[in-house]
């Protein structure tokens, strides 16, 4: 028995259904088969080689939505040519099927972008110290937005070209240099401008992720470098949004560009009769002791003097970022225990002299002025 024979079977016993009806439902019924089939095709998958083979499970969460988009269609394209539908139903189901398959082109393109940079990025998990991990995961994750951004608008464009009053309406409007085009243009700037950034940024690679920063007078780690945007995780959990064109038009400190090693600095005030060599000897033996220390810079130096005290400044090292300032915290605790408990006389403190007034001015000048002046000053 051929097609032809079932469906006027089919239409001697269902004469009275209206055939789009019909069509309709040979068309659902098949995209719901197809969904069945998926459903028992998983489960047989998983379980011959869910156990043995984890990535394959994997794989099939990644590619379920078009996998199943797939089937529907390939369902839909073998029903459609043999539903009982008119030219008025059947033209816009065709223009809907070529859109969605439009769309599954698109949809797949996406996912093999984004499995190929999971797949590549596998080889560089550990970003906090790795500064080659870093720079690929960095500029991955900016390429593969970009690319997902290029696929999804040429997705759409070719999507809404198979409708024959919006390709008019295209063409006329690239075609025309009226107020229209400036209008689309200056709003597409911003976008535009910060996929460019993110292209520059992902080559030039200015900021990395996680990178400790200071931007805005705040300071923080990249913890997302997105398509337009990038967060900062800052230092008290909060998130600043930043465009990317940012990082390309204004100045900010990058902690880590190309190590993630830095010099803490600590100030300390002390009195003159400080006993400057003391203090180095303690401060070289406690960082010494610190876990957070990398072994690479320790010093002290003198680097100011004012009418009351002289400023130390202390230079520590660290692996990172968030250990230096734990070291600076810790070192600058136990060196102001150590000058109170070890060294009291360095603490800084007032001195003043104090005049009386009145009739004791002259006795006061008597006593405080050396003999010696008072003799010159009596020759002259």
Known sequence: MNWQALMADIDGMFGWIPSWFIGLSLVAGAILLALLVYRVAIWLLGRAFGTRFPLLSVFIDRTAGPAQLALCLAAVALVLPLAPLDDAIRTPLMRLF???????????????????????????????ENFVARKHVTQVRVFKRVTDTIIVVITISAALMTFDSVRQYGVSLFASAGAAGIIVGLAARPLLSNLIAGLQIAITQPIRIEDA???????????????????????????????????????????????????????????????????????EQAVKQSKLWDGEVVNLQVIDADARTIELRALVSARN????????????????????????????????????????????????????KMRAGGRN
């Open 98 to 128: 070529v859109v969605a398959f439009i769309a599954l082109i698109g949809w797949i393109s996406i996912r093999i972008v984004d499995m190929s940079a999971a797949r590549y990025l596998q080889n560089f998990r550990d970003v906090t």
């Open 213 to 283: 920063v200071i931007i805005e007078n705040e300071w923080g780690w990249v913890e997302d470098i997105a398509s337009t945007y990038v967060v900062i995780r800052l230092w008290d959990w909060r998130r600043m949004v930043v465009p990317l064109s940012y990082f390309i038009e204004k100045p900010f400190q990058n902690w880590t560009r190309d190590t993630a090693s830095l010099i803490g600095v600590i100030a300390v005030h002390v009195d003159y009769r400080a006993d400057v060599q003391r203090i180095r000897s303690w401060l």
């Open 321 to 372: 970022a968030p250990q230096s300032w734990d070291l600076r915290c810790e070192i600058r605790e136990k060196l102001l225990a150590f000058i109170r408990d070890e060294m009291p006389e360095a603490l800084p403190r007032e001195r003043a002299i104090l005049i009386p007034s009145g009739d004791d001015d002259a006795d006061f000048v008597r006593r405080v002025t050396p003999p010696e």
